[in-house]
C-alpha cells in the first residue's frame, strides 16, 4: 500500500462518519480513529509475504474517481431536467453485463419497464442487480463500465414518456 492509497482511505474514512477503522493486511496494518477534530493514523509495515492481496487496495481510490465523473452530470444537469435520474443505491463497482461474455442489460435508446435489471453492482463480492423502478427510454448511461461508483451516484437518464 503506497502513500497516496493511505491517504485516500484516511480522507474516505473521514466521510463516512465512521469513529474507527481497522484494516489489516498481510504486509500492512491500519486503524484509523477519527470523532474529534484531530485524526489519529497509525500505519504497521510487516515483511510482505503474499503478493495477491496488494490488488485488494485498489479499491481505495473509489472516492476520487466519483467526483471527477459527476462535475460533467452536474453541468447537463438543466437540459435533463425532463428525465428520470436512476441512482446507485450502494456503493461498488457498476457493471453494464452480467458477465464478461454476455451482452449488455441495457443500451440507449432501450424500452425499460419497471423491475427490469440495468445493471449489477458490486459490493464486498456480492452482485447485486439493480432494477428499474420506472417505465420509459435509456437516454444516457452516465457511468463507464467497471467504474467505481458511490451511493446515490447518477447511474441513467430514463425519459418516461
Same mark, same amino acid.
Given at each position: 500500500?503506497?502513500?497516496?492509497?493511505?491517504?485516500?482511505?484516511?480522507?474516505?474514512? #473521514?466521510?463516512?462518519? !465512521? *469513529? +474507527?477503522?481497522?484494516?489489516?493486511?498481510?504486509?500492512?496494518?491500519?486503524? $484509523?480513529? &477519527?470523532?474529534?477534530?484531530?485524526?489519529?493514523?497509525?500505519?504497521?509495515?510487516?515483511?510482505?509475504?503474499?503478493?495477491?492481496?496488494?490488488?485488494?487496495?485498489?479499491?481505495?481510490?473509489?472516492?476520487?474517481?466519483?467526483?471527477?465523473?459527476?462535475?460533467? #452530470?452536474?453541468?447537463? !444537469? *438543466? +437540459?435533463?431536467?425532463?428525465?428520470?435520474?436512476?441512482?446507485?443505491?450502494? $456503493?461498488? &463497482?457498476?457493471?453494464?453485463?452480467?458477465?464478461?461474455?454476455?451482452?449488455?442489460?441495457?443500451?440507449?435508446?432501450?424500452?425499460?419497464?419497471?423491475?427490469?435489471?440495468?445493471?449489477?453492482?458490486?459490493?464486498?463480492?456480492?452482485?447485486?442487480?439493480?432494477?428499474?423502478?420506472?417505465?420509459?427510454?435509456?437516454?444516457?448511461?452516465?457511468?463507464?463500465?467497471?467504474?467505481?461508483?458511490?451511493?446515490?451516484?447518477?447511474?441513467?437518464?430514463?425519459?418516461?414518456?
Amino acid at each position: 500500500m503506497d502513500l497516496k492509497e493511505i491517504q485516500n482511505l484516511i480522507k474516505f474514512v #473521514a466521510k463516512s462518519g !465512521a *469513529s +474507527e477503522v481497522k484494516l489489516e493486511m498481510d504486509d500492512v496494518k491500519i486503524t $484509523i480513529k &477519527t470523532g474529534s477534530e484531530n485524526e489519529t493514523t497509525i500505519v504497521q509495515q510487516v515483511p510482505m509475504q503474499a503478493a495477491p492481496m496488494v490488488p485488494q487496495a485498489a479499491p481505495v481510490a473509489q472516492p476520487t474517481a466519483p467526483a471527477a465523473e459527476s462535475a460533467p #452530470a452536474a453541468t447537463s !444537469a *438543466s +437540459e435533463d431536467s425532463k428525465y428520470i435520474t436512476i441512482k446507485s443505491p450502494i $456503493i461498488g &463497482t457498476f457493471y453494464r453485463k452480467p458477465a464478461p461474455d454476455k451482452p449488455v442489460f441495457v443500451e440507449v435508446g432501450t424500452a425499460i419497464k419497471e423491475g427490469d435489471v440495468l445493471c449489477v453492482i458490486e459490493a464486498m463480492k456480492l452482485f447485486n442487480e439493480i432494477e428499474s423502478e420506472v417505465s420509459g427510454k435509456i437516454v444516457k448511461v452516465l457511468v463507464d463500465d467497471a467504474s467505481p461508483v458511490e451511493f446515490d451516484q447518477p447511474l441513467f437518464l430514463v425519459d418516461p414518456s
